[in-house]
């Protein structure tokens, strides 16, 4: 049986119901979704924007590997849908959507927070945070992933 997963990286709004759409199977107990927005204020200093670029071949082939891993691990995950922003998001826009669909809650909440543990620390997506100096000036720079 061919699973029903779905990976993207996209410049337009990630929606929350097409993802959990995306993740729901009668098989389901349970549906745990994680959704990133981009946050007012990261360090005390307040955040003009974001901006996340990604080599996507490569990123979706993580993703993929994401939900092999999942299914190694939860046997019965049956549905993983991992959904990606790139470009220049807003404060309050959804950067990333993970969703897992399992039978059990249990197994749901661990997949897919190893889903987007995984992704934030190994996929080839980078995130530019833009913040306002007191002057009212704005600095953009790169960020590394362990304060993704």
């Known amino acids: ?9 996209v410049f337009a709004p990630l ?5 959990y759409q995306l993740a729901d199977d009668g098989a389901n107990g349970a549906i745990v979704l994680m ?3 981009v946050r007012e204020q990261t360090a ?23 939900a092999q891993n ?8 049956n549905r993983v849908v991992i959904h990606h922003r790139i470009g220049r998001l807003k404060i309050g ?3 990333v959507l ?11 909440f661990e997949a897919c927070q190893y889903a987007i543990d ?8 980078w995130k530019k945070e833009a913040s306002i100096n007191p002057d009212g000036s704005i600095e953009a720079n790169w960020v590394d992933c362990p304060r993704c």
């Not at 049986?1 to 990286?9: L, R, V, Y």
């Open 70 to 77: 999942l299914r190694q691990q939860w046997s019965s995950v």
């Open 93 to 95: 826009e959804i950067s």
């Open 118 to 125: 995984t992704l934030k620390h190994n996929a080839p997506i």
């Open 1 to 9: 049986m061919e699973n029903q997963d779905s990976f993207k990286i």
């Open 98 to 108: 993970v969703a897992v669909g399992c039978p059990h809650r249990r197994e749901a």
């Open 35 to 37: 959704s990133g927005t």
């Open 44 to 66: 005390g200093k307040p955040v003009a924007f974001l901006e996340y670029q990604a080599y996507e071949p490569m990123a979706i082939k993580l993703f993929q590997q994401i």
């Open 15 to 19: 929606i929350l119901e097409e993802v």
